[in-house]
């Protein structure tokens, strides 16, 4: 089993900026892709970005191109959503996940096997 927390949400005026953080626990050595995903009030779940735990590879969705990085540190065991540029519709709640078997990257969102428990993003206009 791995436990996924998220941290860093708030609220922040449009232009700002917000670093999420995703610290993974337990089984991380099985862990292959980790994502990031939101979903705003009355809307589905979105793909944001993805990285694979090597680093080599990363995915993001072109709504936050240009504004978003996701990196991670292995050491820590912990995945980062770098915003900036931030929008007021980037507000939702931002999900960590992890995929431990991937076949395709990024994986969709059905296919991985661990969810956090999200954290809120405001973003004020």
């Known amino acids: 089993q791995v436990q996924l927390v998220e941290s860093g949400g708030g609220l922040v005026q449009a232009g700002g900026s917000l670093r999420l953080s995703c610290a993974a626990s337990?089984?991380?050595?099985?862990?292959?892709?980790m994502g990031w995903f939101r979903q705003a009030p009355g809307k589905e779940r979105e793909f944001v970005a993805a990285i694979t735990w090597s680093g080599t590879r990363t995915s993001y969705a072109d709504s936050v191109k240009g504004r978003f990085t996701i990196s991670r540190d292995n050491a820590k065991n912990t995945v980062y959503l770098q915003m900036i540029s931030l929008k007021p519709e980037d507000t939702a709640v931002y999900y960590c996940?992890?995929?431990?078997?991937?076949?395709?990257?990024?994986?969709?969102?059905?296919?991985?096997?661990?969810w956090g428990q999200g954290t809120q993003v405001t973003v004020s206009s």
């Open positions: 337990g089984r991380t050595v099985t862990l292959n892709v």
């Open positions: 996940a992890a995929d431990t078997g991937v076949v395709v990257f990024p994986p969709r969102l059905y296919e991985y096997d661990y």
